[in-house]
């Protein structure tokens, strides 16, 4: 039976406001990381729902003070199943590219359900895309330095938004001038969901830690806020389910270099690894860690007096992953770029691992 539309935006905007308070801790816990440095509206352009979207940007120290210096850029979608979240949830993600990339870190203010059920998301998101190339220059972007990044849902957009973005860099060549289809240098996905062919309750069977599940209360609202109308969603949609998504269509619109952290007790898991492996059987270049021992939405702890030394680590190693793809998108040598040509293993790995990516798994 489906909920009434009326009592999805209640439960929702509850659980915004309490999801609010925990990010507030999680970013007060030293050191806290800084406000973004401007904020830009832009107007959506591919939703059926008109309106504006949000682009929280900040910049490195050394933005203002080189103007002809371009800068590589990092497209951001935060998690919250679609329905919750917002942009400087994850501040501490920004603090670290801007950090170790250098890159203007672009936090992108989808618009949620319930009020904006799917596809919304993935056309706000390819409408940032295609604003940020239409407005490289002007933002002092270099254009073949383009990331994106995301948690969760935002995961799930890392995929799914570049899917969109290339339809639509493909087919209106003239309107989004500057804009290639291929123009994406890598993308930088955490514990994506990729798969809503698969029934919730299936994808919930395959955690090895039920206890450590995030609750059904929470997947409910979002299935049912996302998902609407239920019987018009086609779960196959690339736009929603990326990893089923049409060989050529995979192949032709997300970039080569393509990496993801997935966690050990988290439902997604499963379906991250069915998509990585679909990718590496296509030659795509697949940088992939499991973090052991870590449910999903590990790195957003509320405690306000502790920083998370791990996923510091593992931001740091994502990081890096990024340089590679960035200097590989310009032709400078990868130790020129600072990158380390292989991580350092963890006695964890797979006894053969892919020819066409690296793939880790353990304690960090």
């Known amino acids: 039976m489906n909920r009434p539309r009326w009592t999805l935006v209640a439960e929702a905007n509850m659980w915004r406001g309490l999801m609010a308070m925990g990010m507030y801790l999680h970013r007060l816990a030293p050191p806290a990381p800084p406000n973004y440095t401007f904020y830009r509206r832009i107007p959506a352009t591919l939703s059926k729902f008109r309106g504006q979207i949000g682009l929280y940007i900040y910049t490195p120290p050394t933005?203002?003070?080189?103007?002809?210096?371009?800068?590589?850029?990092?497209?951001?979608?935060?998690?919250?199943?679609?329905?919750?979240?917002?942009?400087?949830?994850?501040?501490?993600w920004a603090v670290a590219v801007i950090r170790?990339?250098?890159?203007?870190?672009?936090?992108?203010?989808?618009?949620?359900?319930?009020?904006?059920?799917?596809?919304?998301?993935?056309?706000?998101?390819?409408?940032?895309?295609?604003?940020?190339?239409?407005?490289?220059?002007e933002l002092k972007v270099d254009s073949r330095r383009v990331a994106v990044s995301g948690f969760s849902a935002g995961g799930n957009m890392c995929f799914s938004v570049p899917l969109r973005f290339y339809y639509e860099a493909s087919m209106r060549p003239k309107q989004y001038e500057g804009a290639k289809p291929d123009s994406?240098?890598?993308?930088?996905?955490?514990?994506?969901?990729?798969?809503f062919t698969r029934p919730r309750a299936e994808r919930r069977a395959t955690?090895?830690?039920?206890?450590?599940?995030?609750?059904?209360?929470?997947?409910?609202?979002?299935?049912?806020?996302?998902?609407?109308?239920?019987?018009?969603?086609?779960?196959?949609?690339?736009?929603?389910?990326?990893?089923?998504?049409?060989?050529?269509?995979?192949?032709?619109?997300?970039?080569?270099?393509i990496n993801m952290i997935t966690c050990e007790w988290d439902e997604l898991l499963a379906e991250g690894e069915r998509f990585r492996d679909r990718l590496l059987g296509m030659g795509k270049k697949i940088w992939y860690e499991k973090v052991l021992g870590v449910?999903?939405?590990?790195?957003?702890?509320?405690?306000?007096?502790?920083?998370?030394?791990?996923?510091e680590d593992v931001y740091k190693r994502m990081c890096e992953q990024i340089n590679l793809a960035f200097a590989e998108a310009t032709g400078t040598a990868v130790e020129e770029a600072g990158v380390p040509v292989t991580t350092t293993p963890t006695g964890n790995e797979p006894k053969e691992p892919p020819q066409t990516g690296e793939v880790r798994e353990g304690e960090i």
């Open 63 to 92: 933005y203002y003070r080189s103007p002809a210096d371009r800068f590589p850029a990092v497209v951001n979608f935060h998690g919250g199943g679609f329905t919750l979240g917002a942009p400087c949830d994850d501040a501490r």
């Open 100 to 137: 170790d990339t250098n890159a203007i870190f672009i936090d992108v203010e989808y618009r949620l359900a319930p009020e904006y059920p799917f596809p919304t998301a993935v056309e706000d998101g390819a409408d940032a895309l295609l604003w940020l190339f239409s407005t490289a220059d």
């Open 184 to 195: 994406l240098a890598t993308i930088a996905a955490f514990y994506p969901s990729t798969d």
């Open 207 to 257: 955690n090895i830690r039920p206890d450590k599940e995030l609750p059904q209360v929470f997947t409910d609202l979002f299935d049912a806020s996302y998902l609407w109308p239920p019987k018009e969603i086609d779960v196959q949609s690339p736009y929603l389910s990326p990893g089923v998504a049409d060989n050529v269509l995979i192949r032709e619109g997300l970039p080569e270099r």
């Open 295 to 311: 449910p999903h939405g590990w790195d957003k702890n509320p405690n306000p007096f502790v920083v998370d030394q791990k996923a």
